[in-house]
């Protein structure tokens, strides 16, 4: 997983040349964050075909605004470069059913 201490322009490059990924918006100072934490880390070794990003909201605050981020944990779920989808809370099966539902037959075989 990669951390992001970026500039909105830099993440949002990245966004765009990626087919799957998912962005982690947290908090150091969020508990739930935390705790989910170590599954997603899992979910990123399981699925090495989608892009794991995280982002800490206290160092790139634009970042967190300019994609209407108001709680944490907050997951977006980007396709060629494109928000397609969103989890607010550290919800380990909703979380897992996004990934699958976005990024293909192949993240099915990873197990929750």
Not at 22 to 37: E, K, L, M, N, Q
Not at 47 to 74: C, G, N, R
Request: aromatic share 10%; with cysteine.
């Amino acid at each position: 997983m990669h951390d992001l201490f970026a500039s909105f322009d830099f993440i949002e490059n990245r966004m765009l040349c990626m087919s799957h990924a998912v962005v982690d918006f947290t908090a150091s100072w969020c508990g739930p964050c935390r705790v989910i934490a170590p599954i997603l880390a899992d979910f990123a070794k399981k699925m090495p075909h989608v892009t794991f990003l995280k982002v800490d909201i206290d160092e790139v605050e634009t970042v967190a605004q300019e994609y209407s981020v108001e709680a944490m944990p907050t997951f977006l779920f980007f396709k060629n470069g494109e928000v397609v989808d969103k989890v607010v809370g550290a919800r380990k099966d909703d979380l897992h059913a996004c990934i699958v539902k976005h990024s293909g037959a192949a993240a099915a075989t990873a197990s929750a």
